[in-house]
């Protein structure tokens, strides 16, 4: 079976800081792993996307991502937090055979000024 | 038209009438979804479809069905709505790598109310 936890609901940063959106995965197959964007009252924007390449995954916007298989984990960054970052974020994990994606319950950034 | 296009962009329905959500892509894409996003719980699968012409259940597809008589278009429909169908809807699409799928792309989404 499929799942995904973002392990927090909401994070906090200040502006020009470091930012981590943490999510771990549960997988029987090598999956396919993506991130989301989605701002207030828009549809969902792709992050970044993992598919059995380099494990080290840069994206748009500054952000990146690191596929620890040790770990199942799947952390979102980005070094430095802008005031446009401020928007839902969701992991997403795929098997690499099928077309089923399952979504985290999501995580709410705040950046403050 | 550019991606994936929902339509309309929010509705007040009352307890049940039928309601059918409108999606559209222009990319070609074999593969069409249908979720919905509730506060606290993501989004969750309701129907999907492979390739025109075949479709399938999702996670939560109890009151809703769907048709895809072709390539772009992707229609949702409630038969008879109720309150707890109040949501956002969201339709995505992706391609098809051999025996797996690509990134999906989503609309902008139908926001839903139901009293």
């Known amino acids: 079976a499929q799942s995904v936890t973002q392990l927090d609901s909401h994070v906090s940063v200040s502006e020009g800081t470091p930012v981590l959106l943490r999510c771990n995965y549960s997988s029987s197959y090598s999956p396919s792993l993506f991130w989301y964007v989605q701002h207030p009252n828009k549809g969902l924007q792709l992050l970044l996307k993992?598919?059995?390449?380099?494990?080290l995954v840069k994206g748009i916007n500054g952000f990146e991502a690191e596929f620890k298989k040790s770990e199942t984990s799947f952390h979102l960054t980005k070094p430095s937090a802008h005031m446009s970052d401020a928007a839902e974020y969701f992991c997403v994990v795929r098997t690499n055979t099928g077309n089923q994606f399952y979504f985290g319950t999501g995580t709410s950034l705040t950046v403050i000024p | 038209i550019a991606g994936i296009t929902q339509a309309p962009t929010s509705q007040i329905l009352a307890a049940g009438r039928r309601m059918t959500l409108r999606c559209t892509q222009d990319?070609?894409?074999?593969?069409m979804y249908w979720y919905r996003q509730d506060l606290g719980l993501g989004l969750r699968l309701i129907h999907y479809?492979?390739?025109?012409?075949?479709?399938g259940k999702g996670e939560v597809p109890d009151g809703y069905s769907v048709s895809r008589a072709n390539t772009d278009d992707f229609p949702l429909t409630l038969a008879s709505a109720v309150p707890s169908q109040t949501s956002v809807y969201f339709c995505?699409?992706?391609?098809?790598?051999?025996?797996?799928?690509?990134?999906?792309?989503f609309g902008p989404g139908t926001r839903l109310t139901v009293l």
């Open positions: 990319m070609r894409h074999n593969a």
């Open positions: 479809s492979n390739t025109a012409g075949t479709t």
């Open positions: 993992y598919t059995s390449a380099a494990t």
């Open positions: 995505a699409s992706s391609t098809r790598s051999g025996l797996s799928y690509n990134e999906q792309f």
